[in-house]
């Protein structure tokens, strides 16, 4: 198959209409960058203290809520571990943001740097390099330390972002981005949660959604020009890079902080109904939106269910 030029993608489809154009959607997500970005050492408020009785992350989205050792959990342990595991998602999300950045340089490197494209992959870069700053900066206020993902995953993404071809690269930037954002979603307008893990969220909510969009479109564009062996690569990147986010989405030494059984609650965790249809739900938008590009077909498929985020 002979690939497909830029200079035909704008009379191009796919399943879900007709390409943009790079360049108009670049504009547009710098316009929203410009009237929509965020400091967040100054927007924030970092020398407030905790909140008694407020959480640092929704009781339901915490791994283990609706377990039976959820229920003999006194609430005081509930909230503990809602604040070690906020930490572990915080640490998750830096991890995820630093490849990110790595991703999008490489994706930049041989591209007209005068371009808008450029551009906004350099905005969006900046707006990653807060984020990280951020997750950080609410680790280390909230008192919970940081949780590292376990070295064989830190060492396999070494392996991963080298070998990930551009369509790879955006779709793991959309399985990064995603699931945390719904979860985001939920959590910056719930009071019950402290206000600075609130403000956080916020932050990082309306500033991703310029991201997912970004991250759409070129995945789009590249699964329609991109050749067939690339595409193969991609549903089996995707997949793996699916498995390997689920197994680190919580780190299990929150369980030991805690005063927990690792072993029992990482148990519980996997056979929780309730913990399947959070991380299904969440995935749900994304998963839907790989199957109607073709990113879902095949063994690709198969690695997404076994990472659970696939019902």
Do not use: C
């Given at each position: 198959m002979t690939p497909v030029t830029e200079e035909d993608i704008q009379v191009l489809r796919d399943a879900l209409g007709p390409l943009k154009d790079r360049?108009?959607?670049a504009v547009r997500l710098l316009e929203a960058s410009a009237k929509h970005s965020f400091d967040p050492d100054t927007e924030l408020d970092?020398?407030?203290?905790?909140?008694?009785?407020?959480?640092?992350w929704p009781p339901e989205l915490v791994s283990l809520y609706g377990t039976p050792l959820w229920r003999r959990m006194p609430e005081?342990?509930?909230?503990?571990?809602?604040?070690?595991?906020?930490?572990s998602l915080a640490s998750l999300g830096i991890?995820?943001?630093?490849?990110l950045m790595q991703l999008l340089v490489r994706h930049i490197y041989d591209k007209s740097v005068t371009s808008k494209?450029?551009?906004?992959?350099?905005?969006?870069i900046a707006d990653e390099c807060r984020h990280s700053m951020m997750f950080a900066r609410m680790i280390e206020w909230g008192g919970a330390p940081s949780y590292?993902?376990?070295?064989?995953?830190?060492?396999?993404?070494?392996?991963?972002?080298?070998?990930?071809?551009t369509p790879g690269s955006f779709a793991a930037t959309l399985l990064g981005e995603e699931i945390l954002d719904w979860m985001q979603r939920l959590t910056f307008p719930d009071e019950r949660v402290q206000t600075l893990v609130r403000g956080v969220t916020r932050i990082h909510v309306v500033e991703e959604a310029r991201h997912v969009r970004y991250a759409r479109e070129e995945l789009r564009r590249q699964m329609v020009t991109a050749?067939?062996?690339e595409r193969r690569m991609t549903r089996l990147s995707s997949g793996e890079a699916a498995r390997v986010f689920s197994v680190c989405f919580v780190n299990p030494q929150v369980y030991d902080n805690v005063g927990l059984n690792r072993h029992e609650a990482v148990a519980q965790v996997k056979a929780s109904g309730h913990r399947a249809e959070v991380m299904q739900t969440g995935a749900k938008r994304l998963t839907d939106f790989f199957d109607d590009i073709g990113v879902l077909n095949g063994v690709g498929r198969r690695l997404w269910k076994s990472s659970g985020l696939l019902a």
């Open positions: 360049e108009q959607v970092w020398s407030s203290p905790i909140e008694d009785g407020k959480w640092f005081e342990q509930r909230m503990e571990l809602a604040r070690h595991e906020a930490a991890w995820f943001e630093i490849i494209h450029v551009r906004y992959a350099l905005t969006e590292p993902v376990p070295p064989r995953y830190h060492n396999l993404a070494r392996v991963l972002k080298t070998v990930s071809t050749p067939a062996w």
